[in-house]
């Protein structure tokens, strides 16, 4: 809408509020992106509906796409009258809009469009290993991942989201691993003393990038990329160990026992 994100509060996670789209299988991002859209063109529509209740309106007559947000307002592009003048001639000082998505009726759209386009995000991991010939230890020395996500909403967060994809792809090819015992079907390593998450002293630096090529028919051109981190990490490792050692190991984790 043009305005300052300081001007925008935002009410989310609050049992009050319809329900939504949940924060799993990459669509948070998408789903909130779509909804705000739609909440900013209803409103733009609420815009132009005063106009036609009002003879006198400086907007009168006018169409949905002459309107721009710019300098913290809503604007006619060519007459300059803006949203104020509007209200002002209305009598009011704010028009609200509510918009609620249906979620289930969302869901059925994107299952049907998926029948004849498929949307997903790819990317491509490259990694260097080293390989104690004594030992069987592996470390991963270094790590570049290259990702087609389309349009990146926040730089900061969708690194940070891929490194961790990243760091959780390490720990699944090298240590991370569920015991059970096959006499009680119990998990023998149910805390962290037992189950081995990656650490610091065992994660490089993790260089990424992305093409950031918006795609047509969504929001904003956005795509998840909640998942694609981790997506190919551990086969990157697995590749990295056999041309080191000439083992091609098909049973994660890659432990030491493996390659010895």
């Known amino acids: 809408m043009g305005v300052p994100l300081k001007s925008v509060r935002v009410e989310y996670s609050n049992s009050d509020l319809p329900p939504s789209a949940g924060a799993f299988g990459s669509v948070q991002t998408a789903s909130v992106t779509a909804s705000t859209l739609a909440t900013c063109t209803e409103l733009k529509k609420s815009v132009l509906t005063l106009t036609r209740r009002m003879p006198d309106s400086p ?14 307002g809503l604007y006619h592009r060519r007459s300059g009258h803006s949203y104020i003048d509007i209200l002002a001639a209305a009598g009011r000082d704010h028009v609200e809009v509510v ?5 289930p009726a969302f869901l059925a ?17 490259f990694c260097e290993v080293r390989v104690d010939p004594d030992t069987g230890e592996v470390r991963v020395s270094r790590w570049l991942g290259v990702f087609d996500v389309d ?8 690194a940070s989201q891929l490194r961790g994809g990243i760091v959780m792809g390490i720990g699944m090819a090298l240590s991370e691993q569920t015991l059970i015992d096959p006499r009680t079907g119990r998990i023998v390593n149910p805390s962290l003393a037992e189950y081995h998450v990656p650490v610091h002293a065992e994660v490089p630096r993790i260089d990424v990038d992305y093409l950031d090529e918006p795609d047509p028919t969504m ?10 981190g981790v997506t190919g990490a551990a086969a990157a490792i697995a590749n990295a160990v056999r041309h080191a050692t000439g083992k091609r190991i098909l049973d994660l984790p890659i432990t030491q026992d493996k390659l010895l």
């Open 59 to 72: 907007l009168k007559g006018r169409k949905l796409q002459e309107l721009e947000a710019r300098d913290g």
């Open 99 to 103: 918009y609620k998505t249906n979620v």
């Open 109 to 125: 759209r994107t299952v049907r469009d998926l029948r004849w386009r498929a949307q997903a995000a790819s990317g491509a991991q």
């Open 151 to 158: 349009t990146v909403i926040n730089a900061r967060t969708a």
């Open 219 to 228: 929001p904003l051109g956005l795509l998840g990329l909640g998942e694609i």
